[in-house]
Structure formats: C-alpha cells, structure tokens
T-cell receptor, first 112, second 117 residues
Framework: KNQVEQSPQSLIILEGKNCTLQ??????????LRWYKQDTGRGPVSLTI?????NTKSNGRYTATLDADTKQSSLHITASQLSDSASYIC???????????FGTGTKLQVIP | NAGVTQTPKFQVLKTGQSMTLQCAQD?????MSWYRQDPGMGLRLIHY???????DQGEVPNGYNVSRSTTEDFPLRLLSAAPSQTSVYFC????????????????FGPGTRLTVL
C-alpha cells in the first residue's frame, strides 16, 4: 500500500531559528515528490518538486532533500519567520497511473 | 489571472440533498482534479480530468460525479449528500495531462467547506 508518513506532527520554534521536517514514503514506482505549504483556511501552495535524480532543491529559505534509496525526504526552513506558520505537506506521485499520496502534514508554529 | 477559483466557500446541506461545487481555472490547464481533506488524513483524490470530455475516478469517487465540458470548468456534484461527505473540498489544476508524473506545478483553489447534517 502506498503510504507517506510525516514527522513530527507538530512543531513550535522561535522566530529566526531553523527547523527540519521529515517525510518517509513507501510509494513505488516513484514519479516525484512535492512539498506544499498550507496556511490555515487556504489551499496548498507548491514549494518544491523533486524527481528521482534530484537530491536537493531550494526555494528561497526552503530547501528540500530527497534520498530515493531510503525513500526519505526532508524540508529545511532557514531563519524562520512568523509567516512560516502553516502546515507543510509531503506528496508523492507514483504507485500507479495518476496515483498520488498525501502525507497528513506537519503543523509548524513560529513564535516571537 | 485569477488562478483556480471555487464556489461556494461554505455550504451546509441536509442529508439527501444534492449540490454542485464549482471550480474554474483561467490558465488553460489540461489537468484538473478534486480532493477532499479530512482531519487527521491526507488529501484524497476524488476525480480527475486530463482534458475536456475526459474524466476518471480517483481514490474515493463514491457519491460524487464530475464532468468536463470545457477546459476551464470542472464541477463536482454530490448526488445525495451524506454526513460522511462533511469535509473541505479542494480543486486543483496543472498544465499537462501527465502533470502528476511530471514537474508541473499544481495550483489549488481556496477550498469549499461542506457540512452535511
């Protein structure tokens, strides 16, 4: 069964600090892995998209890594800001035609 | 560009009622899809479309119908609402019909919060 597990479920950090969110998946065959940011009451917004051959991809203060051998990804947020408070969702495409599996997300709260 | 728009934002239905959730995009995207988001669960794919006149079922299609008569619009119909359909519904679109396998950015609408009593 295709699964995407994220950890931690929730996280509180001080403004200006860094943090790393984890994503483990069992989806096979693998097409790509995406990270989304979802503000409360809004739709998800794409942060990064990574294919099998990519190890690292950055989008401003967000850096995603992918280890396709261990089926793990991480999202690193540098110098956090209050506006980073949101849920971060890991999504893996694959495991069949037009198949996509969403993680349950990590809820990040950045406090002053 | 307005991006992906959804109406209504909120809706309350009684069990057995029917309704249509509207979704439109102005980016000329081929791929459109509907998801539901429930507490403690990841988004789940209900139905998707790879172009006008072409639709297919996702992971949780039961109780929902879709059609795609134009590139821009992809309405989701609840035939006979049930309390289990209480959820937040998101419409999404992306450029190509192979977007899930490609690196196309997927754009989500703002969502419709549906409560079925």
């Amino acid at each position: 069964k295709n699964q995407v597990e994220q950890s931690p479920q929730s996280l509180i950090i001080l403004e200006g600090k860094n943090c790393t969110l984890q994503c483990n998946y069992t989806v096979s065959p693998f097409s790509n892995l995406r990270w989304y940011k979802q503000d409360t009451g809004r739709g998800p917004v794409s942060l990064t998209i990574m294919t099998f051959s990519e190890n690292t991809k950055s989008n401003g203060r967000y850096t995603a890594t992918l280890d396709a051998d261990t089926k793990q990804s991480s999202l690193h947020i540098t110098a956090s800001q209050l506006s980073d408070s949101a849920s971060y969702i890991c999504v893996v495409s694959g495991g069949g035609y037009q198949k996509v599996t969403f993680g349950t997300g990590t809820k990040l709260q950045v406090i002053p | 560009n307005a991006g992906v728009t959804q109406t209504p934002k909120f809706q309350v239905l009684k069990t057995g009622q029917s309704m249509t959730l509207q979704c439109a995009q102005d980016m000329n995207h081929e791929y459109m899809s509907w998801y539901r988001q429930d507490p403690g669960m990841g988004l789940r794919l209900i139905h998707y479309s790879v172009g006008a006149g072409i639709t297919d079922q996702g992971e949780v299609p039961n109780g929902y119908n879709v059609s795609r008569s134009t590139t821009e619009d992809f309405p989701l119909r609840l035939l006979s609402a049930a309390p289990s359909q209480t959820s937040v519904y998101f419409c999404a679109s992306s450029y190509s019909r192979e977007s899930l396998r490609s690196t196309d950015t997927q754009y989500f609408g703002p969502g419709t919060r549906l409560t079925v009593l």
